[in-house]
C-alpha cells in the first residue's frame, strides 16, 4: 500500500527562525519551571494557612455585588491611579502606620510593588546611572538595575540598617568625580535579606544626606507591615521635610503575594512623570475592589495575628538551624518578617550548595544573588521561612544540613551527632 | 502600629526639584484625571449591563473556597505561565473558535494584551529597527513603537483586511535597502479601529510574504471573540506553517476590561526570551482564578448575548450618525466590535473637533491618533458604542453633530432640519 500523498498542511515547513530578530539587550531565555521543591525556602511565598480566605470572599461578595458593573470600565470610573476607595484605605494606614500624611492623589495602585520599582527605575535612570543600594539587597532590585545598564553602588548595612557614614563617603566621593547618583535606594523596615530595621537616628542623616547631595531617596516599605513589635520609626517619605522620597509598599507581604497589588506614593512633579509611563490600562480591578473591602475591617487585625504565626515559624527555623548546623551557622534574630539571612563558614560557597541541595529537594536563595558583592555573599543563603510548614522547616534544615555536610564538611555535627 | 511622630516635620523646606534627574526619553507628564464625559464615545469599555456579575460571584465563591490557600503562593503554584486551568480552557477555546494547536506551555496569561505588546516589543525591537503595521492602527500599537523609536510602516486596510500587495511591495523595497523589518502587526479580526475582517486569502498571502522574507507576523487578535457572525477565519497562527506567527489575546473585550487578563501564544523558542523578561512575579491571580472557573461554563453563552447586545448598540449608532450627520459621516457597517471609524467631510480637523466636543460633553478619539498617516486619518474619527446607553448614543451624537456644524459647518442638515 502507498501512503496517500499529504496534503499542503502536512508537508514540513522549514521552522521560522526568530534567532537573528531577538534584540541584542535580552537576559539569557527562561528555563521550563520545575515546580516547587519539597522543602521550598526561596521566593516572597506567604502561610498558605493564613490567607484570610472567608473574608476576602466575604469581601469579594459584597463589592462585586454593589459594583461589579463598573468592571466594564477601565480603572473603575475612578482614574488611572486606581480604586479611589483602595486608595483612600491606604491614606489612613499610611497615616498610622508608617506617620505618612498624604492625598489619594498622591498614591498610585500597581500590580505589585515589583511594577513600582520599574516604574520608578524607568522615570529615573538610563544605562550609566549611578545609584547607591544597600550591599545585601533583594534580588530584583539588583537585576532590574543590571540590565538598565545602572551601576549599583552597595552600602554595607549593620544591625541599625543601611550605614550613612558609608553612605556620606560614596556620596562625596563620586560627587568629587561629577557623578550625582540617581536615588539612594532602601528597604528600611524590615530590609531584605537583613531583616534590620533602620533606626531614626540613621533616617535622619539619610535625609539630611540626601538633601545635601540632591540625591532623592527610594524607599521600599514592603515588608513593613510584618515588624514583630508594635511599634515601628516612621518612614523616611513621612520625616522628608523636602518631598525628596519616593515610596512604594504593596499587599503581597501583608495579604497575599499573588494577588499582585502594590502602590506608590509620589507627589505629583513626580508622579505625573510615572503616570505617563504606566500604559498598562490599570491594575487588576477585581483585586483592587477586594482589598479596599476587605481592608478597612480586616487588615489590622489580620496582620496581627499573620505576624504572630510567622514569628512561631521563625523560631522554628532558627531552632533547626542551631541544631543541625549549630555554630556553623550563624545569624541575627529577625526584626520581623519572612526571611533569615544565614552566614555559614567561610569555605561553603552557596552558589555550588543551592544545585546540591536542589538534588536533595531542598531549595535556597544562595547570598551571591541577593548581594551587589559576591564575595562577601559567597558562604550567605536566605532561608523563606513563611510558607514551609512547621514540620518542612524541621525536616528541610535537616536534609540542607546533610547536604552542606557531605559537600563542604560542615556542619561536623548535626543535631549533636558527629558524623 | 504607630510610628514615632516625625520631629521637625512643620520647618518648611525647599522642595526637592527632580527636574535634573528625570530619563531624558520621557514622554511629557500625565494630565490629571479629569473623569468621564457625560457622552463617553472613547476608549475599549464595555456595556455595564452586561457583565456578568451573579456568575462571575459564583465563580469566585467556588475557586476561592477550593484553592484560596493558594494565594500565597506566587502564580498559584502553576508556575510563572499562569494558572494552569485558565490556560487549559484556552487551548480548547482557541482551538474551536480560532483554529489554534497548542498546548498549555505554549500559552502565557498577561496583564492584558498589552502588557503582551510590551513583552513582545521588548523581545524583539530596538531603537531604529522598523516594523510594518496596518495605516489605520490601535493608538496603543503605534504609541509604544514611537516612544521605543522603532519606525512604524503604514499599509493601508480595505474591506478584506490590509493590503497585501502593498506588504509586498514595501518588504521589497527595505529588502532593496537591506532593511529587514522585526515583525508584521496586525489585528486581522475586526481591526481596530476598521472594524474589518481580514479574507483568508489575503492571510495565505500574508503568511506567504512572512515566510519569504523571513518577517514574523505579530497577530493581534484581542477583538476576535466579537465578530457578528457565528464563523471567523482561522487565525495566522493556525495557518502557519512555519511557526512564525506571535499571538496575543484578552479577556478584556469579552468579558470585562477592567480585570486585565490577556494571553501570549508563542512557541518555546519565543515563550523563553519573552518569559525571561516578565519580571511582574505574575498576573493577578484571583482575576485568573475566577476567569479559569467561569469560563469553561459560561463563556461561550455569555459573548453570545454579549454580541447581540452590542450588536443593537452599534445599529443605534449607525442610525444616529445618519439622521444627524446625513451622508457628512461615512462608514463601513462593522463586521463586529465595539468601534465605528467614521470618515467626515475633508475640511473637518478632528483633533479640533475633539477639543470643542469635550468643552460639550462629548468625548471622540480624533482619527490621527489612531493612524501613522495624520494627513489620511485626518477627518476621521472613532466612536465606541459599548459603553454609553443607547440614550446616551443618540443625544451624544446629536450633540456631536451640533459642535461640528458650529465648528466646521458640517453637517449643514441635522435630523432633517437645515440649521
Redesign the interface.
Given at each position: 500500500m502507498s501512503p496517500a500523498s499529504p496534503r499542503a498542511?502536512d508537508?514540513a515547513?522549514?521552522?521560522?527562525?526568530?534567532g537573528?530578530?531577538?534584540?541584542?539587550?535580552?537576559?539569557?531565555?527562561?528555563?521550563?519551571?520545575g515546580?516547587?521543591q519539597k522543602y521550598h525556602f526561596i521566593?516572597?511565598?506567604?502561610?498558605?494557612?493564613?490567607?484570610p480566605?472567608d473574608r476576602?470572599?466575604a469581601a469579594?461578595?459584597s463589592v462585586?455585588?454593589r459594583e461589579?458593573?463598573?468592571?466594564?470600565?477601565?480603572?473603575?470610573?475612578t482614574?488611572?491611579?486606581g480604586y479611589l476607595p483602595l486608595r483612600q484605605f491606604l491614606v489612613g494606614k499610611l497615616k498610622?502606620?508608617?506617620?505618612i500624611t498624604c492625598s489619594a492623589?498622591d498614591i498610585l495602585i500597581t500590580?505589585?510593588s515589583?511594577?513600582g520599582l520599574?516604574l520608578v527605575n524607568?522615570?529615573?535612570?538610563?544605562a550609566g546611572d549611578t545609584v547607591l543600594i544597600e550591599q545585601d539587597c533583594y534580588e530584583?532590585s539588583i537585576?532590574?538595575l543590571m540590565r538598565r545598564g545602572v551601576t549599583p553602588i552597595g552600602i554595607p548595612v549593620d544591625r541599625d540598617g543601611m550605614r550613612t557614614d558609608a553612605v556620606a563617603n560614596v556620596l562625596a566621593e563620586l560627587k568629587q568625580r561629577g557623578v550625582?547618583p540617581?536615588?539612594i535606594y532602601t528597604i528600611p523596615t524590615v530590609q531584605n535579606p537583613t531583616a534590620t530595621i533602620m533606626s531614626?537616628t540613621r533616617r535622619r542623616e539619610l535625609l539630611r544626606l540626601s538633601?545635601d547631595y540632591?540625591v532623592?531617596i527610594f524607599e521600599d516599605d514592603c515588608y513593613a507591615?510584618l515588624?514583630w513589635e508594635?511599634?515601628?520609626?516612621?518612614?523616611l517619605y513621612?520625616?522628608?521635610?523636602?518631598?525628596?522620597v519616593i515610596y512604594i509598599g504593596s499587599f503581597s507581604k501583608s495579604i497575599?503575594?499573588?494577588?499582585?497589588?502594590g502602590y506608590i506614593v509620589a507627589n505629583?512633579?513626580?508622579m505625573?512623570?510615572i503616570?505617563?509611563?504606566k500604559?498598562?490600562?490599570?491594575?487588576?480591578?477585581?483585586?483592587q475592589m477586594?482589598l479596599a473591602e476587605f481592608c478597612p475591617a480586616h487588615f489590622h487585625d489580620h496582620v496581627g495575628s499573620l505576624k504572630k504565626g510567622l514569628r512561631v515559624k521563625c523560631e522554628a527555623l532558627m531552632e533547626a538551624l542551631a541544631e543541625q548546623f549549630g555554630t556553623a551557622a550563624e545569624f541575627d534574630d529577625p526584626k520581623g518578617g519572612i526571611f533569615l539571612w544565614v552566614k555559614l563558614p567561610d569555605n561553603v560557597d552557596t552558589m555550588k550548595l543551592r544545585q546540591a541541595a536542589l538534588a536533595d529537594g531542598v531549595a535556597i536563595n544562595p547570598g551571591p544573588e541577593w548581594s551587589v558583592d559576591a564575595a562577601h555573599a559567597r558562604s550567605r543563603l536566605r532561608l523563606c521561612f513563611a510558607?514551609p510548614s512547621l514540620e518542612a522547616i524541621r525536616d528541610g534544615v535537616a536534609v540542607l544540613a546533610e547536604t552542606c555536610r557531605r559537600e563542604f564538611g560542615v556542619p561536623e555535627r548535626s543535631a549533636n551527632v558527629t558524623r
Open positions: 498542511a508537508i515547513a522549514v521552522p521560522f527562525d526568530f537573528p530578530l531577538f534584540s541584542r539587550t535580552l537576559p539569557p531565555p527562561a528555563a521550563k519551571w515546580g516547587l521566593g516572597g511565598n506567604n502561610d498558605a494557612d493564613q490567607v480566605v476576602l470572599l469579594a461578595t462585586l455585588q461589579g458593573r463598573n468592571l466594564a470600565t477601565y480603572n473603575l470610573l482614574g488611572p491611579l498610622r502606620d508608617a506617620g492623589d500590580s505589585g515589583l511594577q520599574d524607568s522615570v529615573l535612570t538610563e530584583g537585576s532590574r550625582r540617581k536615588y531614626e538633601e540632591g532623592p507591615d515588624v508594635d511599634r515601628r520609626p516612621p518612614a513621612a520625616m522628608s521635610r523636602s518631598g525628596g497575599a503575594p499573588a494577588l499582585r497589588v505629583w512633579n513626580v505625573s512623570r503616570l505617563a509611563i500604559t498598562d490600562a490599570g491594575t487588576g480591578s477585581l483585586e477586594v510558607s
